[in-house]
Each structure stands twice: as structure tokens, then as C-alpha cells.
């Protein structure tokens, strides 16, 4: 009897374990993402989401690891167009195309190339990492070390030539290799070498191509990065490239800025027609997760308050900008990173089945949704907000007598508290017939009433607009696509 009730168990658990996986759903509801935001303004209406074939929005969404199986692509594709984002961050992988000497197999990255383009999405295609198939080779890992012997270099050169014959006829841009500086085998030298030898072999394919350098994990360390522009300059490297992208975690997302204007500052001397781009930030939703900013108790809405703060920070600094990432990630045992690295949009289980999606995918929805009217910035003088307190300010006049503005409190890391102060905010030169207020956030849309509104000069004062330490907008009804 005994053995007949465990049988019975193991088959019942057998076929619920064979059961198809049933995915979360994208929720289109008004209330999307719950939030115990209080304000005395009259709420008239919720943002609508845009996918990416019916918006052009330059963000760029992290799907990395892919080439490590540390997350599943087809397993979480159907979620990425929904979000409105415009391009998408993918590891090529040399040990997953080649896993015979000379035999390439790219297959998997195809499917992916082909998928993203179909949507409109543009892959930002990135060399890395190491082929253990050579020796010197390097490893697959993050900050494993890059290919070295004279084998192992032209067996990547030839990696190289053919994904750019592959992918010549596709939407796609390039990166070289992920986070070089962390490395303790690669020298400026070595780094400089295989972003130049790379970078010549796309365009010898590709001469139209737009080719993003170094990819730097630290963006703190001006002398290194002159020694990288001394080199380049040797090399007469820079018009091979579009973009210099860095990535530079911090927990306090806008504490990364007066890194990145020294960055400029000696981009400037040597290339000033090379942009900054930010390839790859995001915050964990769990605390003492792996990878950066794994140090501090983070929860899913200051992970959503962090990613919005960063994305609309870079893009006020008019800087292309990028979230990481898709899915968590779940590493192998010989990466640098130990545990799960929780900074998806998408929470996946141990199989990279999505379990739930989280604040911060409807967070960056919303902001995604708002893009359009975040166009022709207008100079930061021009807005004056009446507090002692730290915060962001950016506007924009994305049409002739239209105007919008986005501030947020940033003295602190993101926290789990959403009161709001009250701030006069005077702006020069612009008028509202119908202003709303709309927490980014959550995509909630409340009337700022014309009782609220005075005017001073050629100058319109707003008084009591709620602050806090999440980006609000304020706009013209009629920039937004709301409902």
C-alpha cells in the first residue's frame, strides 16, 4: 500500500513538473505597478506603453551572458518589444560560435539578430569573451583575459571577419570587449591592440559600421583612460570609432557624473567628435545579490527608482544611455560572479524560466513611454526650483511653445519611501494651457491645476509641485500619450 501511495505521489509530481511552464503576463492595467504614492493632485490617467515598432527610442537594453547560457533568450523575447526600448546589448560569444577549430556555428546568434531586427531593434553586437579551444586563448569569462598567443589572435581575427560578412546586411552596431580594465592579465597595451585590430577587421567589412571602444567597468581612473587616448592617437585609431562606452556602478546612480565630464573633458583633447556612450548599469531588485552594487539591501522599487534616475540622467546629460538588464542571470561556477545576479527587469528561476516581472520592467515602460517629449533640451538655466535640497533637473521644448521638465530629489540612494516635498519651480519663457504631473515611476498622470500656475515676466511659476527621490514630469497634456 505504502509503495502503491508513493508511486502514485511520484507520478502526480512527475506531471505537474512536466506541465508547460506558464509565464507571467504583461499587465496593460492602470494600475500596473502598485505604489503607495500620495498626492493632492487629481489623478486623470495612466501612460500608455509604446513597443518598439511605434517608437525610435536610442536606449539600449541589456541581454547579456546569452553566450554563456547564463539566461535564455527565447525564453524572455516576447517582453522586450513591449518596453519601447530601441536597441539591445548582446555578447557574441567566440567559445559558443566556435567549438571546433575553424567550424563556426552561429545559429543561436542568428536567431537573435533576426528576431531583435523584426522588431525594429537595432543589436548592439559586443566582442568578448576568450576561446579556452586555443591556447592563449583566454576563457569565456568575465575578466577572463584576452586571446595572447599568436594562434589565439589570428583564430579571433578570423572570429571577427566572419560575424561581420554574417551580419554586414543586418541592424546592428558594435562594442569591443566587456570590461577590459578588470582584468589583471590585460595590459593598456594589450586592450588597445585588440579594440584597433577588431574594430579595422568590422570596417574592412563594414565600412559604414559604428563601432563603440573600450567598454571600461571603471570610469574613475582619468589617468588610465588618457594612456588608452595616448595610444589610440598612436595607432590614428580614432576614426574607427563612434562611441567610447563605459559602464562605472554606483550606488548613488548620479554620483557617476562628475566621473564621466572628466572622461569628456580628455575625450575632448583627443577626439571630440567621439561620443560617450553608457553600455551597461542597472540595480539588483534583491539584496546582497551578486555582481556590482551588491553591497546593500535593495528591494524591486528602489531597484525600479535607481534604473529610471539613471536612464534619464544620462539622457538629460545627452549622453545615449542603456539598463542592465533583461533577466536575471544565473552564473556558471567559474565566472567572477558566485551568485545570481538579480538586476533583470524579469525575475527567471534556475531553468531562465520567467517567474514574475518586476517594478522596474513597468518603470522603464513608463519612462520609455515619455521619450518622444524628451527632445531639444533647453538650457538648465532656464528652470530655477526653490529648495535646498539636491536634485535633477532637465527640460526639453520637444515642440515650438511647448514645454516639460523632469526633476527628482538625488542627494541619496533610491529608498523605499515615496513622500513627496512640495517645490515652486519658476521656468522662463514657456506657458501651460493644460499641465499634468506624471510619476514616471508608476506612468500615474494627475492635472496641476491653474490655480497652481503664475505668471512672472515671460516666466511661469508652478507652486507645490511634489518631489521625491523618483523622477516626475511635468508637461504639457499634450506631449503624452496618456489615457
Not at 81 to 93: E, F, M, N, T, Y
Request: glycine residues 8%; charged residues 25%; aromatic residues 10%.
Amino acid at each position: 500500500m505504502k509503495a502503491t501511495c508513493a508511486l502514485a505521489l511520484l507520478a502526480a509530481v512527475s506531471a505537474f513538473a512536466a506541465q508547460p511552464q506558464l509565464r507571467p503576463e504583461i499587465d496593460a492595467g492602470a494600475d500596473r505597478f502598485e505604489t503607495d504614492l500620495q498626492t493632492p493632485l487629481k489623478r486623470i490617467g495612466t501612460l500608455v506603453p509604446k513597443d518598439s515598432k511605434s517608437v525610435r527610442n536610442p536606449v539600449t537594453l541589456g541581454c547579456e551572458t546569452l553566450d554563456r547560457d547564463y539566461a535564455d533568450y527565447e525564453k524572455y523575447k516576447s517582453y522586450i518589444s513591449p518596453l519601447g526600448i530601441g536597441k539591445i546589448r548582446v555578447q557574441a560569444g567566440w567559445a559558443k560560435c566556435e567549438k571546433r577549430k575553424g567550424v563556426y556555428d552561429f545559429a543561436w546568434l542568428d536567431k537573435i539578430v533576426e528576431h531583435a531586427n523584426s522588431q525594429s531593434i537595432t543589436v548592439y553586437l559586443q566582442t568578448s569573451y576568450g576561446n579556452p579551444l586555443y591556447e592563449g586563448g583566454g576563457t569565456p569569462y568575465l575578466a577572463g583575459g584576452m586571446p595572447k598567443s599568436a594562434e589565439a589572435k589570428a583564430a579571433w581575427d578570423n572570429w571577427v571577419r566572419e560575424m561581420a560578412k554574417r551580419y554586414k546586411g543586418a541592424n546592428v552596431e558594435w562594442e569591443m570587449w566587456n570590461e577590459p580594465d578588470i582584468s589583471k592579465t590585460s595590459t593598456d597595451d594589450d586592450i588597445v591592440d585588440i579594440n584597433v585590430r577588431t574594430a579595422k577587421i568590422i570596417k574592412s567589412e563594414m565600412p559604414g559600421a559604428k563601432i563603440a571602444a573600450l567598454s571600461l567597468a571603471n570610469t574613475g581612473d582619468a589617468r588610465r583612460f588618457r594612456s588608452y587616448m595616448e595610444k589610440f592617437k598612436q595607432a590614428d585609431a580614432f576614426g574607427l570609432f563612434a562611441w567610447v562606452s563605459h559602464h562605472g556602478y554606483r550606488y548613488r546612480p548620479e554620483d557617476l557624473d562628475a566621473e564621466v565630464r572628466k572622461l569628456r573633458q580628455i575625450l575632448d583633447l583627443y577626439a571630440p567628435q567621439i561620443e560617450l556612450r553608457q553600455g551597461e548599469l542597472g540595480a539588483p531588485s534583491e539584496p546582497y545579490a551578486g555582481g556590482a552594487l551588491g553591497n546593500h539591501g535593495w528591494t524591486e522599487l528602489t531597484q525600479a527608482k535607481w534604473d529610471i534616475r539613471r536612464i534619464l540622467q544620462d539622457h538629460g546629460n545627452g549622453e545615449q544611455t542603456a539598463v542592465f538588464s533583461m533577466a536575471d542571470m544565473h552564473y556558471g561556477k567559474n565566472d567572477a560572479i558566485k551568485k545570481t545576479n538579480a538586476k533583470g527587469l524579469l525575475k527567471t528561476d534556475r531553468k531562465h524560466n520567467v517567474v514574475k516581472i518586476k517594478k522596474a520592467y513597468y518603470a522603464v515602460q513608463n519612462a520609455m513611454s515619455i521619450f518622444p517629449a524628451l527632445k531639444n533640451p533647453i538650457p538648465p538655466e532656464r528652470i530655477e526650483a526653490d529648495t535646498e535640497l539636491s536634485r535633477s533637473v532637465f527640460g526639453y521644448e520637444p515642440k515650438p511653445g511647448k514645454t516639460c521638465f523632469l526633476i527628482w530629489f538625488n542627494e541619496a540612494v533610491p529608498t523605499n519611501f515615496n513622500a513627496t516635498t512640495p517645490v515652486d519651480v519658476k521656468i522662463s519663457g514657456a506657458k501651460f494651457e493644460r499641465p499634468v504631473w506624471v510619476d514616471v515611476i508608476s506612468g500615474r498622470v494627475f492635472e496641476i491645476p491653474q490655480s497652481s500656475l503664475r505668471q512672472a515676466g515671460d516666466a511661469t511659476v508652478i507652486t507645490g509641485v511634489p518631489v521625491y527621490d523618483s523622477p516626475a514630469l511635468i508637461s504639457e497634456a499634450s506631449l503624452i500619450d496618456f489615457k
